[in-house]
Structures are given as structure tokens and as C-alpha cells.
T-cell receptor, first 113, second 111 residues
Framework: DVKVTQSSRYLVKRTGEKVFLECVQD?????MFWYRQDPGLGLRLIYF???????EKGDIPEGYSVSREKKERFSLILESASTNQTSMYLC????????????FGQGTRLTVV | GQQLNQSPQSMFIQEGEDVSMNCTSS?????WLWYKQDPGEGPVLLIA?????ELTSNGRLTAQFGITRKDSFLNISASIPSDVGIYFC???????????FGTGTSLTVIP
């Protein structure tokens, strides 16, 4: 059974804190993605990575950074959390270009107070 | 990034009714995917389509890859209460790494 696991289901952080969201996949996928999901705005791509140590900005990278030191792990970092980063964060992985699917983790509901 | 046009936005149906939703794109895709998301959970893959005109079933769910390669359709037959959730389409081109997502269809099934 394919698996993408996000380290936390729920997080509450204070404004200004540095926040780490971790994602691990066991499918040996090259591609990994971080999205945020807000009501009425759908899924928006923050960053994706197509190989270890490689990353590309998505549609809304401001205020975020990422790290991919190992193929199976992709971390999203909020350098200084703000209340407008309160959201549902979803990690996904896939094979590279071509005919393949994206598999999602269970999501992390982050609240910044 | 591109967002796909998905309709309807929401549906309220009686248990036992059939459901249809669709997704359109301005780009040609070589992969169409359909997901279901339960409240507070991540999306779960329902059906994957890889060929124009392809019709694929998963239980009571049937999805089609449009022949123009710019659209896809999902049908749910004989809906039941556990079908409640948000259904998303997603597409991918032959050369790109990214997936593009629809805005979602929220389904409510009234027992």
C-alpha cells in the first residue's frame, strides 16, 4: 500500500515562530510537492522538488522554504509564521513526467495564533 | 498556475440518485485523475485515466477521458451517504512535473 505520511495532523504555533512540516513517502518517488488548501481557493502549489536537493517555486512560495536532503523526505519551513499562513497543508509525491498519479498525505491543519 | 474549471461547485442529492460532474482545461493533458477528500483528510485517488476516450470504472464510479484531451467526467451511480465529500479532478501534461487541480465539487447525499 502506497504511503505518504505527514508528521503532524494538527499544529498550533505562535506568530513569529519557525515551523517545520515534515513529509515522508515510501514509494521511491522522484517528485514531491507541498500545497496549501483554503476554502474557495482550492489547492495551491507552494514548492515542489524533482530530485534530492532540487526545488522549484510554485504559485505561492513567499514566506516558505523547503528542504529535500533525502529522496523520501520533503520538509516545508515557515521561516516566521504569520496568521495568514493558517491553513491545511498537503504533501504529495509522484513519479516524474509522464503517465503517473499524485499520492497525498493526510494533511496538516496548521493554526497560527 | 492554471486551475481547471470544475462543475458543479456543489450538489445536494437524494440517496440512490446518480451524480455527474466534469472538469475542463484550456490545455491538453495526457493524464486525468479524480480524487475524493473527506473533511480534515488528504485527497484519495479514485480513478486515473491515461488515454483519450478511455472509460474506467471503480465500483460505482465511472470516469472518462474526453476525446479532446481537455476535459474529463466523473459519474457516481446509486449514491450512498458515505459518498459525501469533495471531489477533485487533476490533470497533467506529457512534459510537465506539475499537476493542475480543479476547484472541487462538494457532494451532499441526503438519506
Amino acid at each position: 500500500d502506497v504511503k505518504v505520511t505527514q508528521s503532524s495532523r494538527y499544529l498550533v504555533k505562535r506568530t513569529g515562530e519557525k515551523v517545520f512540516l515534515e513529509c515522508v513517502q515510501d514509494m521511491d518517488h522522484e517528485n514531491m510537492f507541498w500545497y496549501r488548501q483554503d476554502p474557495g481557493l482550492g489547492l495551491r502549489l507552494i514548492y515542489f522538488s524533482y530530485d534530492v536537493k532540487m526545488k522549484e517555486k510554485g504559485d505561492i512560495p513567499e514566506g516558505y522554504s523547503v528542504s529535500r536532503e533525502k529522496k523520501e523526505r520533503f520538509s516545508l519551513i515557515l521561516e516566521s509564521a504569520s496568521t495568514n499562513q493558517t491553513s491545511m497543508y498537503l504533501c504529495a509525491s509522484s513519479l516524474p513526467q509522464g503517465f503517473s498519479e499524485a499520492f497525498f498525505g493526510q494533511g496538516t491543519r496548521l493554526t497560527v495564533v | 498556475g492554471q486551475q481547471l474549471n470544475q462543475s458543479p461547485q456543489s450538489m445536494f442529492i437524494q440517496e440512490g440518485e446518480d451524480v455527474s460532474m466534469n472538469c475542463t482545461s484550456s490545455s491538453i493533458f495526457n493524464t486525468w485523475l479524480w480524487y475524493k477528500q473527506d473533511p480534515g483528510e488528504g485527497p484519495v485517488l479514485l480513478i486515473a485515466l491515461y488515454k483519450a476516450g478511455e472509460l474506467t470504472s471503480n465500483g460505482r464510479l465511472t470516469a472518462q477521458f474526453g476525446i479532446t484531451r481537455k476535459d474529463s467526467f466523473l459519474n457516481i451511480s446509486a449514491s450512498i451517504p458515505s459518498d459525501v465529500g469533495i471531489y477533485f479532478c487533476a490533470g497533467r501534461t506529457n512534459t510537465g512535473n506539475q499537476f493542475y487541480f480543479g476547484t472541487g465539487t462538494s457532494l451532499t447525499v441526503i438519506p
